[in-house]
């Protein structure tokens, strides 16, 4: 059976889920999004995702009319007829709709849609044992990081060029200090402190944030600040944060190898910020 998503103001099949060529979502890029997942088939940080997506549309002057309660409740019932028997990521997607100019046209609704994806526990896995290659790339100048948004050709472009690993931008200009990677947030141990990346830099992720929680109650002591890739490479462990994989150990930046998680107390440590 063919799964359900959400759009506009039903619920329709997956495959009928779509962006039309005139939408400024295409037209513009502008396209405002935002992905949670779930634990044991139940939301987590569901309300933290849900507010960083309504700050993201305000951002872009996109209103969205349906209650975050309603947004809820289509974000539940899809995950509960999509993926009963697994976990799944729930993204929810905003446009201005149909619309030739970026100013107000009231008379415009935006496109609204969230549909699901089934998380691959094999790929999780494969994270977890193998960890993530890294290689750096300049960051171009462009939208404002704290918009979680879908205008991701910097991003396309930076994978092509570091493919077979994961881009991890770097600040132009600025003596190559580390932003993020295209899919999560990067986390320095070394000399037993925990090292962020200031948070007005980069999209300041709800999953990056737990951890830092965590380690914080764990006695870990965390510190926000600039740091380069060469201090980076220097670290005694390096990791990274997203919705999906919780976090990950970096195996590989730049081809200088990193040690494996199991002798790195830190990491395992910091795995306990979110469920098994």
Request: with cysteine; hydrophobic share 40%.
């Amino acid at each position: 059976m063919e799964p359900l998503g959400f759009l506009n103001t039903e619920y329709v099949p997956a495959s009928q889920l779509k962006i039309g060529i005139q939408d400024a979502g295409f037209v513009w890029g502008a396209t405002v999004t935002d992905r949670a997942r779930t634990y044991q088939q139940k939301l987590f940080c569901w309300e933290e995702h849900l507010a960083r997506f309504r700050n993201s549309c305000e951002f872009a002057s996109i209103e969205i009319p349906l209650s975050d309660q309603e947004i809820t409740e289509i974000a539940e019932h899809l995950v509960k007829v999509n993926h009963p028997d697994s976990e799944s990521s729930v993204v929810l997607v905003a446009t201005p709709g149909i619309k030739s100019l970026p100013i107000p046209m009231p008379d415009i609704q935006p496109t609204f849609l969230v549909h699901t994806i089934a998380i691959s526990n094999e790929g999780l896995q494969y994270i977890r044992t193998n960890g993530i290659k890294l290689s750096p790339v300049v960051a171009p100048l462009g939208v404002n990081p704290q918009i979680k948004h879908r205008s991701r050709l910097n991003w396309w472009i930076a994978y092509v060029a570091t493919f077979p690993c994961e881009p991890l931008l770097l600040a132009p200009g600025m003596d190559e200090l580390v932003l993020e990677t295209w899919n999560g947030n990067i986390l320095m141990w070394k000399e037993n402190t925990l090292y962020t990346s200031p948070s007005d830099w980069i999209l300041n992720g709800i999953s990056l944030q737990r951890v830092l929680e965590h380690a914080t109650k764990n006695g870990i002591p965390v510190q926000e600040r600039p740091f380069s890739i060469w201090e980076l490479m220097e670290a005694e462990g390096v990791f990274v944060t997203n919705t999906t994989y919780g976090i990950a150990w970096v195996c590989e930046l730049n081809e200088k190898r990193f040690p494996s998680p199991k002798e790195n107390s830190v990491f395992t440590t910091l795995e306990g910020a979110f469920p098994n």
